[in-house]
């Protein structure tokens, strides 16, 4: 079957830097997506990898490794407002996106 | 950013009623948009897949006679709730992707329904 799994929540410090696990298993593979989701608002698309490696873009990176399954959600110089949901999500071979459950991320000053 | 506008933003009706939800690329055309629906506390559930010129493909478990969706151009999208029931209630939120950038997916700031 198809599966994501992410932490269900993480608490951080204002300033710091957290990573957001992401395990995969799919029925083929074109691609894995990042969101963030404020309460009660729609996903905002924060990235996208298909290629192995680390992509950044500007506080946030997103690594893929595609032959483990694996990807993470780095998110560095925390601010309160990166206080939200973070949606992983993994694009099968039908090109539809199998969705995580979301990992709570809380900010503490 | 291409930008995905949803129509209306929140909405509460009675049960027995039909609520019509609207989702339009602004500056996109989009063959393929998607339907989904978030319970509180949930990850986001693919109801449909909305094909331009074409009949919807519904999720297994979802009624269609209950969530009529049409595609009728290749920028509108719409979801109606037919007889809604207060378990009906929940966030509902539509996605598009532009024909050249099939990639990325952007989503409408999402609609949520209340059934009294």
């Known amino acids: 079957g198809q599966n994501i799994d992410q932490p269900t929540e993480m608490t951080a410090t204002e300033g710091a830097i957290v990573q957001i696990n992401c395990t995969y298993q799919?029925?083929?593979?074109?691609?894995l997506f990042w969101y963030q989701q404020h309460a009660g608002e729609a996903p905002t698309f924060l990235s996208y990898?298909?290629l192995d490696g680390l992509e950044e873009k500007g506080r946030f990176s997103s690594f893929l490794s595609r032959s483990k399954g694996y990807s993470y959600l780095l998110l560095k110089e925390l601010q309160m407002k990166d206080s939200a949901s973070y949606l992983c999500a993994a694009m099968d071979s039908n090109y539809q996106l199998i969705w995580g459950a979301g990992t709570k991320l809380i900010i503490k000053p | 950013g291409a930008v995905v506008s949803q129509h209306p933003s929140r909405v509460i009706c009675k049960s027995g009623t039909s609520v019509k939800i609207e989702c339009r690329s602004l500056?996109?055309?989009?063959?393929?948009m998607f339907w989904y629906r978030q319970f509180p506390k949930q990850s986001l559930m693919l109801m449909a897949t909305s094909n331009e010129g074409s009949k919807a493909t519904y999720e297994q478990g979802v009624e269609k006679d209950k969530f009529l969706i049409n595609h009728a151009s290749l920028t509108l999208s719409t979801l109606t709730v037919t007889s809604a029931h207060p378990e009906d209630s929940s966030f509902y939120i539509c996605s598009a992707s532009p024909l050249d950038r099939n990639t990325e997916a952007f989503f409408g700031q999402g609609t949520r329904l209340t059934v009294v």
């Open positions: 990898n298909v």
């Open positions: 500056d996109f055309q989009a063959t393929t």
């Open positions: 799919t029925s083929g593979f074109n691609g």
